[in-house]
Structures are given as structure tokens and as C-alpha cells.
Nanobody, 124 residues
């Protein structure tokens, strides 16, 4: 069973940086996509950034492009999201999730396993 555990969420000031880490276990092949998603209270879950476990394909939603950077460390079984120049609009619960198969999907419904989430709050 795939397990994902997020860490690194915090309360930060606007303009500051924060790195989230997703620790994954139970991957049974190289063909997975790992994604970061976020959800604010009362709003729909949205895709933040995606990366394939094998290869170099990545995706960023427009509002975080050039501010957020996704990376992986397969030796540590982690996927990190470096978030820079944080804005109050980035405030949300951040989740990582895994989709089995080749390539990635931008649709959260395509992801099979989810972590519990880590809270990011950006104050102004």
C-alpha cells in the first residue's frame, strides 16, 4: 500500500520561503507521478505541482510558476516543494498524492493515494 506523509507546513510571513516534504513508501514500480495539491476551507482542491517519479516531467499551475519548485530524491523516497515569495493566497492545506502509471495528470481525481496534509498559512 502506498503511503505518503507530508511535513514542513508552518505559519510564515508574506514574501518568505518554505519547503514541504512528502515522504513516500510502498511504490511498486517506477511508473508513478507524485503531486502537490492544496485546498483552502470552502474551496475546491487544486493542483499545485507535479513530477514523475522516473524522468524529469514537471507541471506547475500558473499562479505558482517561477515561485515554487518541485524536486525528488529517490534515495530518500521524498518529493519536496520549495515555495518562495509566499503570498496570503497560498494559504491552504497542502497534500501530496501519487498516481500509478506513466506520466502525470493535472486532475486530482486521477491520483490514487493521498497523505494527510500539512497546513501552510501565509500572513501579511
Amino acid at each position: 500500500q502506498v503511503r505518503l506523509v507530508e511535513s514542513g507546513g508552518a505559519l510564515v510571513q508574506a514574501g518568505e520561503s518554505l519547503t514541504l516534504t512528502c515522504t513516500v513508501s510502498g511504490l511498486t514500480s517506477e511508473h508513478y507521478a507524485i503531486g502537490w495539491f492544496r485546498q483552502a476551507p470552502g474551496k475546491e482542491r487544486e493542483t499545485v505541482s507535479l513530477i514523475t517519479w522516473s524522468g524529469t516531467s514537471t507541471y506547475y499551475r500558473h499562479s505558482v510558476k517561477d515561485r515554487f519548485f518541485i524536486s525528488k530524491d529517490k534515495n530518500k523516497n521524498t518529493v519536496s516543494l520549495q515555495m518562495n515569495s509566499l503570498k496570503p493566497d497560498d494559504t491552504a492545506m497542502y497534500y501530496c498524492a501519487a498516481k500509478k502509471g506513466v506520466g502525470y495528470s493535472t486532475d486530482p481525481l486521477g491520483y490514487n493515494d493521498w497523505g494527510q496534509g500539512t497546513q501552510v498559512t501565509v500572513s501579511s
